[in-house]
């Protein structure tokens, strides 16, 4: 019982810890690994947990910031944020939909599916084009972070 209780919570943390910005599914997936969880319930855990705000994100966000843009104190954030989101843009204009997929899909600080759909909002990409492009970038920076995480765990214990 107390062990189906520890994977239970286990996998509820490792869902959590992807719905984080900054963090995602490059931190959910080392930590259900360092957590001794299985692979493939760890993996689709952080996948989903990823996924969960981009919906959110893409068709919110520019209200909420219209919004928050009103606070004095929030207010230089907000524009803060939106020029970074212009300027990381700038890729993904190019290149468009190929260009969110390779932004999301790469597994370095910045990049991501918070920042991916932050950046398929404020360039008018809709819900329904994004959201595929979007899911599978997780899905190839959730293999990539697997791979990078177990090479790692495995040479470190040889």
């Known amino acids: 019982m107390f062990a189906d209780t520890a994977l239970t919570e286990g996998l509820i ?64 954030m907000i524009e803060k944020l939106e020029k970074k989101a212009h300027l990381k843009g700038r890729f993904v204009n190019r290149y468009k939909t190929l260009g969110l997929f390779i932004f999301v899909a790469i597994p370095l600080p910045g990049t991501g599916a918070w920042t991916g759909a932050l950046v398929a909002a404020f360039l008018d990409i809709r819900l329904r084009k994004a959201f595929p492009v979007i899911s599978f970038g997780v899905l190839t920076a959730g293999i990539l972070v697997s791979l990078i995480s177990y090479s790692a765990y495995f040479i470190i214990h040889i």
Do not use: D
């Open 13 to 76: 943390h490792t869902l959590l810890i992807a719905m984080a910005p900054v963090i995602e599914l490059r931190g959910a997936i080392p930590y259900g690994m360092a957590k001794g969880l299985p692979f493939w319930p760890v993996f689709l855990m952080a996948y989903i947990g990823n996924l969960l705000p981009v919906p959110f994100i893409i068709l919110f966000i520019r209200r909420i910031f219209a919004f928050l843009r009103r606070s004095s104190i929030l207010g230089a």
